[in-house]
Nanobody, 122 residues
Framework: QVQLVESGGGLVQAGGSLRLSCTVSGGTFSIYTMGWFRQAPGKEREFVSHISWRGSSTNYADSVKGRFTISRDNAKNTVYLQMSTLKPEDTAVYYC???????????????WGQGTQVTVSS
């Protein structure tokens, strides 16, 4: 069973940077795609980015393209989300998740972490 734990969230000033980590335990054999999603209070869970676990394919939401970078360290069983030029609208709980195929839809992800809060002050 795959278990995901996010870390690295916190409070940052607009224009600043933050790196989120998602560490996977319980085996990685069934992982095809790792995704990052976020959810602000009162809003739907929103796709942010995903990356192939074994290949190099990546995808980004238009709202974060050019500012966020997803990366992977298989030796550490960890996926990262480097967030730069942060804006107040980036404030949300950020979740990592596992899917068996590339997808921007939360419903296609089978395992989820507990989330980490990112707050960007203006």
């Amino acid at each position: 069973q795959v278990q995901l734990v996010e870390s690295g969230g916190g409070l940052v000033q607009a224009g600043g940077s933050l790196r989120l980590s998602c560490t996977v335990s319980g085996g990685t054999f069934s992982i095809y795609t790792m995704g990052w999603f976020r959810q602000a209070p009162g809003k739907e869970r929103e796709f942010v980015s995903h990356i192939s676990w074994r290949g190099s394919s990546t995808n980004y939401a238009d709202s974060v393209k050019g500012r966020f970078t997803i990366s992977r360290d298989n030796a550490k069983n960890t996926v990262y989300l480097q967030m730069s030029t942060l804006k107040p609208e980036d404030t949300a709980v950020y979740y990592c998740a596992v899917s068996n195929r590339p997808s921007t839809a939360a419903r296609d992800y089978s395992y989820w972490g507990q989330g980490t809060q990112v707050t960007v002050s203006s």
